[in-house]
Protein backbone atom coordinates (compact mmCIF):
# COMPACT_ATOMS: atom_id res chain seq x y z
CA UNK A 1 0.00 0.00 0.00
CA UNK A 2 0.85 3.51 -0.53
CA UNK A 3 0.35 6.88 0.96
CA UNK A 4 -1.71 7.62 4.29
CA UNK A 5 -4.85 4.51 5.12
CA UNK A 6 -7.04 5.46 8.16
CA UNK A 7 -8.97 2.19 9.34
CA UNK A 8 -11.68 2.28 10.11
CA UNK A 9 -13.59 4.06 7.39
CA UNK A 10 -16.45 4.74 9.83
CA UNK A 11 -17.70 4.36 13.40
CA UNK A 12 -20.42 4.85 15.13
CA UNK A 13 -19.50 4.55 18.97
CA UNK A 14 -21.95 5.11 22.03
CA UNK A 15 -20.81 7.95 24.84
CA UNK A 16 -20.01 4.88 27.10
CA UNK A 17 -17.44 2.65 24.59
CA UNK A 18 -13.60 3.11 24.13
CA UNK A 19 -12.38 2.65 20.37
CA UNK A 20 -9.54 3.78 18.72
CA UNK A 21 -8.98 5.24 15.33
CA UNK A 22 -5.43 3.72 13.31
CA UNK A 23 -3.29 5.57 10.91
CA UNK A 24 -0.26 4.42 8.72
CA UNK A 25 1.79 6.39 6.27
CA UNK A 26 4.16 4.20 3.99
CA UNK A 27 5.77 7.44 2.69
CA UNK A 28 8.41 7.55 5.28
CA UNK A 29 7.55 10.64 6.70
CA UNK A 30 8.74 11.86 9.88
CA UNK A 31 5.41 13.96 11.15
CA UNK A 32 2.32 12.82 11.50
CA UNK A 33 -0.95 14.78 12.45
CA UNK A 34 -4.52 14.36 13.25
CA UNK A 35 -7.11 16.87 12.32
CA UNK A 36 -11.03 16.91 12.59
CA UNK A 37 -13.53 18.19 10.43
CA UNK A 38 -16.61 19.26 11.70
CA UNK A 39 -19.60 20.59 9.93
CA UNK A 40 -18.93 24.22 8.64
CA UNK A 41 -15.47 24.59 10.89
CA UNK A 42 -12.06 24.74 9.73
CA UNK A 43 -10.00 21.66 9.66
CA UNK A 44 -8.89 21.64 13.12
CA UNK A 45 -5.58 20.85 14.09
CA UNK A 46 -5.83 18.25 17.02
CA UNK A 47 -2.44 16.31 17.83
CA UNK A 48 1.62 16.79 16.13
CA UNK A 49 3.66 14.10 16.58
CA UNK A 50 7.38 14.77 14.78
CA UNK A 51 9.63 11.79 14.76
CA UNK A 52 7.14 9.82 17.47
CA UNK A 53 7.53 12.56 20.11
CA UNK A 54 3.97 14.92 20.91
CA UNK A 55 5.10 18.33 20.00
CA UNK A 56 1.28 20.02 19.72
CA UNK A 57 -1.72 19.50 21.72
CA UNK A 58 -4.27 22.28 20.32
CA UNK A 59 -5.79 22.22 23.34
CA UNK A 60 -7.54 18.89 23.29
CA UNK A 61 -9.80 17.20 25.55
CA UNK A 62 -8.26 14.14 27.16
CA UNK A 63 -11.27 11.68 26.19
CA UNK A 64 -9.17 11.88 23.11
CA UNK A 65 -5.58 10.14 23.68
CA UNK A 66 -2.98 9.66 20.98
CA UNK A 67 -0.14 7.41 20.66
CA UNK A 68 2.22 7.63 17.88
CA UNK A 69 4.10 4.11 18.43
CA UNK A 70 6.64 4.45 15.29
CA UNK A 71 6.60 7.08 12.99
CA UNK A 72 4.59 5.27 10.74
CA UNK A 73 1.67 4.60 12.81
CA UNK A 74 -0.84 7.03 14.58
CA UNK A 75 -3.76 6.13 16.77
CA UNK A 76 -6.24 7.98 18.57
CA UNK A 77 -7.89 6.24 21.56
CA UNK A 78 -11.42 7.52 22.32
CA UNK A 79 -12.84 7.36 25.22
CA UNK A 80 -16.58 8.73 26.81
CA UNK A 81 -17.02 11.26 24.08
CA UNK A 82 -19.73 12.92 23.59
CA UNK A 83 -22.01 13.36 20.57
CA UNK A 84 -20.66 16.78 19.68
CA UNK A 85 -17.23 14.76 18.79
CA UNK A 86 -18.97 13.27 15.89
CA UNK A 87 -17.23 14.68 12.86
CA UNK A 88 -14.76 13.46 9.95
CA UNK A 89 -10.91 12.59 11.63
CA UNK A 90 -8.16 12.64 9.02
CA UNK A 91 -4.91 12.07 9.98
CA UNK A 92 -2.29 13.92 7.88
CA UNK A 93 1.91 13.28 7.42
CA UNK A 94 4.72 14.84 6.13
CA UNK A 95 8.31 15.26 5.56
CA UNK A 96 9.34 18.26 7.27
CA UNK A 97 7.08 21.78 7.43
CA UNK A 98 4.43 22.20 5.38
CA UNK A 99 6.29 24.91 3.39
CA UNK A 100 8.42 22.53 2.18
CA UNK A 101 6.78 19.60 1.73
CA UNK A 102 3.05 19.76 2.46
CA UNK A 103 0.56 17.18 3.81
CA UNK A 104 -0.28 13.66 2.72
CA UNK A 105 -3.65 13.14 3.58
CA UNK A 106 -5.46 10.18 4.36
CA UNK A 107 -9.04 9.49 3.85
CA UNK A 108 -10.62 9.96 7.28
CA UNK A 109 -12.78 8.17 9.63
CA UNK A 110 -16.05 9.44 9.84
CA UNK A 111 -17.23 8.85 13.75
CA UNK A 112 -20.76 9.17 14.66
CA UNK A 113 -21.20 9.52 18.92
CA UNK A 114 -24.37 8.38 19.71
CA UNK B 1 -10.59 33.17 16.30
CA UNK B 2 -10.23 32.13 12.74
CA UNK B 3 -6.96 32.91 11.52
CA UNK B 4 -7.37 32.04 7.73
CA UNK B 5 -10.94 32.64 6.48
CA UNK B 6 -13.24 31.72 3.51
CA UNK B 7 -16.16 33.59 3.98
CA UNK B 8 -18.19 32.17 0.50
CA UNK B 9 -19.27 28.36 1.91
CA UNK B 10 -20.41 27.95 -1.56
CA UNK B 11 -19.74 28.80 -5.12
CA UNK B 12 -21.49 27.79 -7.93
CA UNK B 13 -20.22 27.99 -11.65
CA UNK B 14 -20.94 27.17 -15.80
CA UNK B 15 -18.36 24.75 -17.39
CA UNK B 16 -15.98 26.90 -19.40
CA UNK B 17 -15.83 30.12 -17.05
CA UNK B 18 -13.78 31.25 -14.56
CA UNK B 19 -14.09 30.18 -10.94
CA UNK B 20 -12.67 32.45 -8.41
CA UNK B 21 -12.09 31.24 -4.55
CA UNK B 22 -10.94 34.16 -2.00
CA UNK B 23 -9.37 33.45 1.15
CA UNK B 24 -8.17 35.95 3.94
CA UNK B 25 -6.12 35.76 6.62
CA UNK B 26 -5.06 37.49 9.62
CA UNK B 27 -1.79 36.73 10.73
CA UNK B 28 1.25 38.40 9.08
CA UNK B 29 3.55 35.70 10.10
CA UNK B 30 2.13 33.08 8.09
CA UNK B 31 4.87 32.67 4.77
CA UNK B 32 3.59 29.88 2.89
CA UNK B 33 -0.25 29.45 1.17
CA UNK B 34 -1.70 25.89 -0.05
CA UNK B 35 -4.93 25.48 -1.78
CA UNK B 36 -6.48 21.69 -1.07
CA UNK B 37 -9.04 20.31 -2.73
CA UNK B 38 -11.80 16.96 -0.90
CA UNK B 39 -13.87 14.95 -2.93
CA UNK B 40 -16.94 13.34 -0.62
CA UNK B 41 -15.56 10.32 0.96
CA UNK B 42 -11.85 11.11 0.48
CA UNK B 43 -9.12 13.27 2.31
CA UNK B 44 -7.85 16.23 0.99
CA UNK B 45 -5.68 16.50 -1.42
CA UNK B 46 -2.72 19.21 -2.52
CA UNK B 47 -3.51 21.44 -5.72
CA UNK B 48 -1.08 24.33 -5.78
CA UNK B 49 0.75 26.40 -3.35
CA UNK B 50 2.97 30.19 -3.31
CA UNK B 51 5.26 31.03 -1.32
CA UNK B 52 4.81 34.73 0.28
CA UNK B 53 7.90 36.09 -1.66
CA UNK B 54 5.92 35.73 -4.81
CA UNK B 55 2.27 37.55 -6.00
CA UNK B 56 1.26 34.49 -8.33
CA UNK B 57 1.64 30.76 -9.36
CA UNK B 58 0.19 29.29 -11.87
CA UNK B 59 -0.16 25.50 -12.83
CA UNK B 60 -2.10 24.35 -15.75
CA UNK B 61 -5.88 25.32 -14.96
CA UNK B 62 -5.16 26.93 -11.15
CA UNK B 63 -3.23 30.18 -10.39
CA UNK B 64 -3.38 31.32 -7.17
CA UNK B 65 -2.96 34.89 -6.37
CA UNK B 66 -1.48 36.73 -3.37
CA UNK B 67 -1.78 39.99 -2.44
CA UNK B 68 0.22 40.51 1.37
CA UNK B 69 -0.98 44.03 1.78
CA UNK B 70 -4.38 42.85 1.84
CA UNK B 71 -3.65 39.41 3.39
CA UNK B 72 -5.35 37.59 0.42
CA UNK B 73 -4.74 35.00 -1.83
CA UNK B 74 -7.23 33.91 -4.25
CA UNK B 75 -7.41 30.89 -6.38
CA UNK B 76 -8.38 31.18 -10.50
CA UNK B 77 -9.50 28.02 -12.27
CA UNK B 78 -9.60 28.59 -15.76
CA UNK B 79 -11.54 26.73 -17.95
CA UNK B 80 -13.03 25.18 -14.98
CA UNK B 81 -14.64 21.59 -15.59
CA UNK B 82 -17.18 19.59 -13.90
CA UNK B 83 -14.54 17.11 -12.41
CA UNK B 84 -13.52 19.91 -10.50
CA UNK B 85 -16.65 20.41 -8.17
CA UNK B 86 -15.21 19.75 -5.02
CA UNK B 87 -14.96 21.49 -1.60
CA UNK B 88 -11.50 23.77 -1.76
CA UNK B 89 -9.87 24.37 1.17
CA UNK B 90 -7.23 27.41 1.81
CA UNK B 91 -4.51 26.83 4.09
CA UNK B 92 -1.64 28.43 5.78
CA UNK B 93 2.25 28.29 7.38
CA UNK B 94 4.30 29.91 9.25
CA UNK B 95 7.85 28.14 9.48
CA UNK B 96 8.51 30.71 12.63
CA UNK B 97 6.03 31.68 15.22
CA UNK B 98 2.90 30.80 16.92
CA UNK B 99 1.90 27.75 14.36
CA UNK B 100 5.53 26.41 13.89
CA UNK B 101 5.09 25.25 10.74
CA UNK B 102 1.68 23.15 10.52
CA UNK B 103 -0.86 24.11 8.65
CA UNK B 104 -4.09 26.53 9.81
CA UNK B 105 -6.92 25.67 7.43
CA UNK B 106 -10.28 27.97 6.63
CA UNK B 107 -13.62 26.25 6.73
CA UNK B 108 -13.70 25.38 2.62
CA UNK B 109 -15.80 26.36 0.03
CA UNK B 110 -18.06 24.38 -2.04
CA UNK B 111 -17.62 24.65 -5.60
CA UNK B 112 -20.12 23.19 -7.81
CA UNK B 113 -19.50 23.73 -11.89
CA UNK B 114 -22.89 23.09 -14.15
CA UNK B 115 -22.64 21.20 -17.66
Known amino acids: ETGVTQTPRHLVMGMTNKKSLKCEQH?????MYWYKQSAKKPLELMFV???????ENNSVPSRFSPECPNSSHLFLHLHTLQPEDSALYLC?????????????FGSGTRLTVV | DQQVKQNSPSLSVQEGRISILNCDYT??????FLWYKKYPAEGPTFLIS?????DKNEDGRFTVFLNKSAKHLSLHIVPSQPGDSAVYFC??????????????FGKGTKLSVKP
Open chain 1, 92 to 104: ASSQGFAKDYGYT
Open chain 2, 91 to 104: AASAKYGGSQGNLI
Open chain 2, 27 to 32: NSMFDY
Open chain 2, 50 to 54: ISSIK
Open chain 1, 49 to 55: YNFKEQT
Open chain 1, 27 to 31: LGHNA
